[in-house]
């Protein structure tokens, strides 16, 4: 069990053990859980940590059929654990990260038709406000158009009245330089 992780540069490196990872700010951060004990004396251990800036692609990678070593009620507790704390499943997410240069309008334009299937039959007006000449992004699209629908439905669930919804992006200032990288554990 662990994770195989593609930089920027082309390297991989695989990060054995983890089960879970976390991509926060400028660190994406590998982990391994004791999920087998009571969740109020669950423990993590930082097994890895890389830029989030230089990775390009996570793949989840599955120990072999004969290595086995969690059970299926640990999996099963596990989801009813998240499923009752409210937690997502991303962090337990086997599925690809594939990270690509792609534009604000495209991702904005993905979001709004999947919007505009989830509302179908019911007029909701967006309006939409694009700083021209954004540069691209590099992301997950798939990953980013989910937010930007969860964002867009949670607008119009909890708007009062007839919802006037706007979508906007614009430049933010440039980025502070990179600090250096920290050593990997």
């Not at 879970?20 to 391994?32: D, S, V």
């Not at 507790?77 to 990270?99: K, N, Q, W, Y």
């Not at 505009?116 to 967006?126: A, D, L, N």
């Given at each position: 069990?662990?994770?195989?992780?593609?930089?920027?540069?082309?390297?991989?490196?695989?990060?054995?053990?983890?089960?879970?990872?976390?991509?926060?700010?400028?660190?994406?951060?590998?982990?391994?859980?004791?999920?087998?004990?009571?969740?109020?004396?669950?423990?993590?251990?930082?097994?890895?940590?890389?830029?989030?800036?230089?990775?390009?692609k996570i793949r989840r990678v599955?120990?072999?059929?004969?290595?086995?070593?969690?059970?299926?009620?640990?999996?099963?507790?596990?989801?009813?654990?998240?499923?009752?704390?409210?937690?997502?499943?991303?962090?337990?997410?086997?599925?690809?990260?594939?990270?690509?240069?792609?534009?604000?309008?495209?991702?904005?334009?993905?979001?709004?038709?999947?919007?505009?299937?989830?509302?179908?039959?019911?007029?909701?007006?967006?309006?939409?406000?694009?700083?021209?000449?954004?540069?691209?992004?590099?992301?997950?699209?798939?990953?980013?158009?989910?937010?930007?629908?969860?964002?867009?439905?949670?607008?119009?669930?909890?708007?009062?009245?007839?919802?006037?919804?706007?979508?906007?992006a614009r430049r933010g200032p440039?980025?502070?330089?990179?600090?250096?990288?920290?050593?990997?554990?």
């Amino acid at each position: 069990m662990g994770y195989e992780v593609t930089t920027a540069d082309g390297t991989t490196e695989l990060v054995t053990g983890a089960d879970t990872y976390q991509q926060e700010g400028p660190l994406t951060t590998f982990f391994r859980t004791d999920a087998g004990r009571r969740v109020v004396d669950c423990w993590s251990v930082r097994l890895a940590s890389f830029r989030t800036a230089e990775v390009t692609k996570i793949r989840r990678v599955e120990p072999a059929a004969d290595s086995a070593d969690i059970p299926a009620i640990t999996k099963a507790m596990r989801e009813d654990v998240l499923h009752v704390a409210g937690f997502p499943e991303i962090a337990f997410a086997s599925t690809d990260v594939e990270l690509r240069p792609d534009t604000v309008p495209d991702i904005v334009d993905a979001a709004l038709a999947a919007f505009r299937i989830v509302t179908v039959g019911r007029e909701v007006p967006v309006k939409v406000e694009l700083e021209e000449g954004l540069p691209p992004v590099v992301a997950d699209r798939g990953a980013l158009v989910d937010a930007l629908v969860n964002l867009l439905v949670n607008a119009l669930k909890y708007s009062e009245g007839e919802p006037r919804i706007t979508v906007s992006a614009r430049r933010g200032p440039p980025p502070a330089p990179r600090p250096p990288r920290p050593p990997r554990l």
